[in-house]
């Protein structure tokens, strides 16, 4: 297992549907919310599972982000882009 990675001791099983239950206390300490969306991301060995922040359509950057035609782009790709409508 990774060093960064906290072993909280918990296990749950899948249920027939494939369906988990995230304990009320992981929930609570990652401010996990009723309605929240969450996001899978695979490595070769693991499943994470963790709470999504759109961000950046082309780079995924979460910070300095403008909505154009209900998508969101930060600043650093828009500069990039109105640098490659000029030529």
């Known amino acids: 297992m990774q060093e ?11 249920d027939e549907l494939g369906r988990i239950v995230i304990p009320k ?3 609570m300490s990652l401010g ?5 969306e969450l996001e899978f ?4 060995e693991n499943l ?3 709470k999504y922040v759109p961000g950046c359509i082309f780079c995924k950057n979460t910070e300095d982000l ?8 930060c600043r650093h790709c828009t500069q ?3 640098q490659y409508i000029k030529y």
Request: with cysteine.
């Open 48 to 50: 994470i599972l963790q």
């Open 25 to 27: 206390e992981l929930r």
């Open 32 to 36: 996990i919310e009723c309605g929240d």
């Open 4 to 14: 960064d990675i906290l072993d909280t001791g918990m296990t749950k099983r899948v």
């Open 41 to 44: 991301l695979l490595d070769e």
């Open 80 to 82: 990039q882009l109105q």
């Open 66 to 73: 403008l909505w154009f035609h209900e998508q969101q782009v």
